[in-house]
């Protein structure tokens, strides 16, 4: 199995938090890109993190300030930490890794999380409401 699992999702009220975790299999490792993207019913996937091989974040204006990525290389395993939760936060939540696409010069980019690049999980459900 290459493709990666997603845990953590679930219900929370506006204002709390969730920490999402992507586990990469030992085929995949999270030593290159990794991203995070979301997709709400009725709405296209939305791009809304990476995680470069250095480490180097960005995010998009959306979740900006609220959501950090950040990596357990040991445990090949990336996290997105969500605080202060919106209703619109809403959505099944998705994380790409892309182990070698540096080495034919894709860039690690938010613009990039394409679901015909890398490796993607089968998401994890986040509902935020009151």
């Known amino acids: 199995e290459v493709h990666p699992v997603e845990s953590g999702g679930g219900s929370v009220q506006p204002g709390g938090s969730l920490r999402l975790s992507c586990v990469a299999s030992?085929?995949?490792?999270?030593?290159?890109?990794v991203g995070w993207s979301r997709q709400a019913p009725g709405k296209e996937r939305e791009g809304i993190g990476v995680?470069?091989?250095?480490?180097?974040?960005t995010y998009a204006d959306s979740v900006k300030g609220r959501f950090t990525i950040s990596k357990d290389t040991a445990k090949n395993t990336v996290f997105l930490q969500m605080n202060d939760l919106e209703p619109d936060d809403t959505a099944m939540y998705y994380c790409?890794?892309?182990?070698?696409?540096?080495?034919?010069?894709?860039?690690?980019?938010?613009?990039?999380?394409?679901?015909?690049?890398?490796?993607w999980g089968q998401g994890t459900q986040v509902t935020v409401s009151a």
């Open positions: 030992e085929h995949t490792p999270i030593t290159g890109c």
């Open positions: 790409m890794i892309d182990p070698w696409g540096a080495i034919s010069g894709r860039r690690c980019a938010i613009q990039g999380l394409n679901v015909n690049v890398g490796y």
């Open positions: 995680i470069d091989a250095d480490d180097r974040t």
